[in-house]
Structure formats: C-alpha cells, structure tokens
C-alpha cells in the first residue's frame, strides 16, 4: 500500500492556493436535492417549568436562513458562480419563505416546484441565548413529510433537469435522504451530465449505491463505513475502503471527510492522499460545513483544478465555516485570506 499512500507529497503553497480562488466565480452549477427551512428561535432561560425539569425561554427573536441543499446554492452564490436550485417545496407559508430567501441570496429558482401535497420541510431549533455565552441548542423539532414523490412531482423533476441540465457546467446532487432523489431522478441526472459536458458531483448522505458514475463523490467517514459495511477506525483503514467505495461506485473521485482527522481523497493521479484538518482555534457550529466543502469543490473541479488543490480548497472553506453559528458562507476574499495567513 505504500505506493498508493502519498502523505509524504508537499500540499499546495499558500500562495498557489491563493491564487486559485478567482477560477471558482463564473462557474454555472445545477443544486438539487432536499431544501429545507431552518428556523431559529432565540430565548432566554429564566426559571425551571415546574410541570418538567426543563428551563423555560422567553423568546427573545426568530432567524430563518436557507438550509438542506439551499445550503451548497448560497455558498456557490457568495463565491462569485451562479446557483441554479431544483427540488420541491409547499404551496404554504415556509414555501414563500423559501423563494424569497433564494431570491435575496441571488440562487436561481428556475427548478423549484410548489407541491400542493407536502409541506416545505422545517426545522425548527429551539435555542438559549444567555450573552456572553455562546447560544445552547436545547431541542429541534422537524416539519416534514417523507412519503415517496408522487408520478406527478417525479415528472415535474425529470422536466426540470431536461430543461436546465445542458445550460450547467456542473450538477451537485446534495442528498438529504427526504425522498426527492430517487433513483430514476438519479439516473437521469448522469445521463443528461454525460451528454451534455457536465461534470456529475455527489454530496451523499446515504443511497451511496444509486450514484454511480459520479465524477466526484463526498460523503463523511460514518457514511462510508454503512456504505462498505466495514469500520473505518484507522489510518490504514482508509486506503482501502476508499478503493473499494471507488470501485464499488465508479467513481471517478472519492472524497471522504473525517472531521478533526481531515479529510481522505483517492481517484487523481498521485492515488490516495491524506489531508489533515487545518487547525481551528474555535470550533462553533460543524452545521453546513460539508456544505461547504462540496460547493467549493465542485467550483475547483468544474473549473479545472487539479483534484488535491480543489480538496485543499475546500477542506479551508469548511475550516472558515466552522467557527461561525448556523449554515455560513465563505467569500472569495475571506477564502483568499484564510489561505494566506
């Protein structure tokens, strides 16, 4: 295995790097997957209820933000590219919400589709808001409905990538395991990126096997592990399992994210490569940072970036996130300046 493990190769400069950053605006990707509407509401601990141990909060202010695979869209958006959103959302209030979120972010609504029969997704986190301290999520409550797309919604999908598809450099399926991504949704979407030019990236969250093909495939370490059927608890696990999550998938890139142990790539030509997390001195919410790091790495692959420098790209985009509250943005000038200092 030592011919494949390449940890010893000298990562990117800084400067390289740096350099880089300008080639992830004017990229055109197509983001389907499940949106969601992440509702914050903010309150302050006052007393203990007397009907349950539990603290009472008087609401001090509610947030709602893009989340799900609304999330991948903005980051796209905030670096300088253009976002083109697919899925599904309610004919209620949430659904408003939503359009007009994606329309202050500057995302694309061309695919949305309102549903008449399913509610838009909500989650909702109840948070305790005691200044200085940093918020404490207390609970979460989800709004949302899983049951199977009707033939109708299915085909309002289909028609959708049909349309925009060839007007893409890229598709980011970003899978939030809500039902939208099924497999003859799947299927089409590597058909029409085939013939058309478009590079076919994956963030999975589960259903690894309906991606084959993919020209990148991302997911997490606790995901490869269900997806191989095997654990993945060492450094010399990984080499491996990637090779045959690779295989098993035919993909052509296989990135897996490790948090506090970085990240692990096999599939360009130096063959299997470790990046160690770039070190965060406060971590404040992970939340969206795959998100993140998938937006960023479609933007490199899709504008010819050498697969290593993209995962480094990425890996210090999610590095920024992190130490913000919520679902985050990176900049081309936040991004350029992380990676020089």
């Keep these: 295995m030592d011919s494949l493990s390449r940890d010893e190769l000298s990562p990117p400069s800084a400067a390289a790097l740096a350099a880089l950053v300008p080639r992830l605006a004017g ?43 609304a999330n991948p869209a903005r980051n796209i958006v905030a670096l300088g590219s253009v976002a083109t959103q697919v899925g599904l959302i309610g004919d209620d209030a949430e659904g408003d919400q939503v359009l007009a979120l994606c329309s202050a972010a500057g995302i694309d609504t061309a695919g949305l589709i309102r ?26 409550l989800d709004r949302l409905d899983r049951a199977p ?47 058309h030019g478009a590079l076919f990236c994956v963030d ?16 997490n370490n606790r995901e490869a592990e269900a997806a191989l059927a095997r654990p ?18 035919d993909a052509r890139l296989v990135i897996v994210t490790r948090g506090p142990q970085g990240l692990s790539l096999l599939g360009d030509t130096r063959g299997y490569t470790h990046i160690p997390a770039l070190q965060v001195s406060e971590v404040y919410d992970t939340t969206g940072a795959g998100d993140t790091f998938v937006a960023v790495a479609t933007l490199a692959l899709s504008a010819g970036i050498d697969p290593l420098a993209a995962a480094h790209l990425a890996n210090a985009a999610a590095a920024l996130v992190v130490r913000r509250f919520g ?15």
Excluded: W
């Design 327 to 341: 679902n985050a943005v990176v900049t081309p000038a936040e991004l350029a300046a992380a990676i020089s200092q």
């Design 27 to 69: 990229r055109r990707v197509l983001v389907i997957g499940d949106l969601t509407l992440d509702e914050y509401l903010y309150g302050r601990a006052t007393r203990l209820s007397r009907e349950a141990p539990i603290p009472v909060l008087e609401l001090l202010r509610r947030e709602v933000i893009l989340g799900g695979a």
């Design 115 to 140: 549903a008449p029969d399913r509610p838009t997704t909500r989650k909702t986190r109840i948070m305790a808001d005691e200044a200085p301290r940093l918020p404490q999520h207390v609970a979460r």
């Design 204 to 219: 999975a969250q589960g259903n690894s096997h309906y991606y084959r093909g993919a020209d990148l495939f991302r997911c």
């Design 232 to 249: 993945l608890q060492h450094e010399a696990d990984f080499p491996a399992g990637l090779a045959r999550l690779q295989a098993a998938l």
């Design 149 to 195: 797309l009707s033939a109708h919604e299915e085909t309002a999908v289909l028609a959708a990538l049909q349309t925009l598809v060839p007007r893409h450099d890229a598709v980011l399926c970003s899978d939030y395991q809500l039902g939208l991504l099924t497999p003859p949704v799947v299927d089409t979407v590597q058909r029409l990126c085939r013939a």
